[in-house]
């Protein structure tokens, strides 16, 4: 059973970067999109970002700017560049990866960004 396994998560200051990493533990056939997503207490779970296997990036408008989608496929690897961090990016960060077959989900990461 391929997993997802996530790191960089933590607690900043405002204004303030982390990176978030995302590695399967084997091999992913026909891998569409990685990306992550977020949710916030009380909240739904939300697209942050995105990226194709030909490295078409897909950004929510709230962090447009500030955080940057990168991949690395020979790794099946994803990773999120957050800077300027506000304190309502705090949430859990989830990794994902959509192959031709299924969905895979990380077991998150938590975010607090503190103001």
């Known amino acids: 059973q391929v997993q997802l396994v996530e790191s960089g998560g933590g607690l900043v200051q405002a204004g303030g970067s982390l990176r978030l990493s995302c590695t399967a533990s084997g091999s992913i056939s026909r891998i569409n999109t990685l990306g992550w997503y977020r949710q916030a207490p009380g909240k739904q779970r939300e697209l942050v970002a995105a990226i194709t296997r030909g490295a078409i990036t897909n950004y929510a408008d709230s962090v447009k700017g500030r955080f940057t989608i990168s991949s690395d496929n020979a790794k099946n690897s994803v990773y999120l560049q957050m800077n300027s961090l506000k304190p309502e990016d705090t949430a859990v960060y989830y990794c994902?990866?959509?192959?031709?077959?299924?969905?895979?989900w990380g077991q998150g990461t938590q975010v607090t960004v503190s103001s």
């Open positions: 994902n990866i959509y192959s031709l077959y299924r969905a895979y």
